[in-house]
């Protein structure tokens, strides 16, 4: 495991950034795992900055996202995939046929899963996954005490997500009450993992998640197994895992 710290959100989404560009440069057919959230923003404005100054060509790149609301349609504004089209995959040159995010409308969920770990595994698999993580340690949509084994599945999404989620909805029966999310194996048989966190609120979680006991009860803990993982974090979020193991960060 390899921890950068940054000073500042700006200066974690370059370094997160500047990652996934040499990636892209090394790798001009890579298969990227992308991730939503509002951390990841900084991440795609400073890889479109990049793009526009032809520094970095999405043109042979696929992209395989982790998770998806159930019954949202891409072109609403809280859907994943409208995330995806209007803070990144429109301002740069990456084919839209080459992205994928589950279809949160496919009528039978349970193919529309067993699609989605196809059209992975058809990719090769993931080479470079960029991740974010939740408050509870959830990476994608796995929350606590899901199963480390699971590849893409339906979630029920906690009463805490579905209240939190509700004051972007007009009324409550809207929003989302189930998501499609990669499973943590997936997660873990990308080759690179990025790993990305801002914010005092995320210091203790990412200190458990990197140093505390490997459990389904801290899902992101898993990653302590990975053999490429990469930590980008800013100081704040850092804040933890700097006084209990100032050694780690490099
Ligand atoms: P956030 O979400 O980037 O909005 O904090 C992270 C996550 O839930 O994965």
């Known amino acids: 495991m390899k921890i950068i710290s940054a000073p500042d959100y700006q200066s974690m989404s370059r370094k997160a950034a500047n990652i996934i560009s040499a990636q892209v440069i090394l790798f001009p057919r890579s298969v990227l795992g992308l991730a939503t959230g509002s951390t990841p923003v900084g991440v795609y404005q400073q890889l479109i900055e990049w793009y526009k100054k032809g520094d ?23 859907s994943y995939r409208f995330y995806m089209n209007t803070n990144f995959f429109n301002h740069i040159n990456i084919p839209l046929q080459n992205t994928n995010v589950p279809n949160g409308l496919a009528p039978d969920v ?5 699609r989605y770990d196809h059209v992975i595994g058809d990719l090769g698999g993931i080479d470079l996954q960029l991740l974010g993580i ?18 893409t599945h339906c979630v029920k999404l906690k009463e805490q997500t579905i209240q939190a989620n509700s004051r972007f909805f007009k009324t409550m029966d809207e929003v989302p009450k189930y998501a499609i999310t990669m499973g943590i194996k997936a997660i873990m048989q990308a080759k690179k993992i990025l790993l990305v966190a801002n914010g005092a609120s995320k210091a203790d979680i990412l200190y458990r998640s990197l140093f505390g ?22 100081e704040e979020a850092l804040r933890v895992v700097r006084e209990k193991c100032p050694e780690a960060i490099g």
């Open 56 to 78: 970095v060509d999405f043109s042979a790149v696929h992209s395989v996202n982790l998770d998806e609301y159930r019954g949202l349609s891409p072109e609403h504004s809280e």
């Open 110 to 114: 349970e193919e529309e899963c067993r």
């Open 134 to 151: 939740g408050h509870t340690g959830h990476i994608g949509f796995n929350e606590p005490d899901e199963d480390f084994d699971k590849t």
């Open 213 to 234: 006991p490997i459990t389904p009860a801290v899902p992101a803990s898993i990653l302590q197994l990975h053999n490429d993982l990469t930590v980008v974090a800013d």
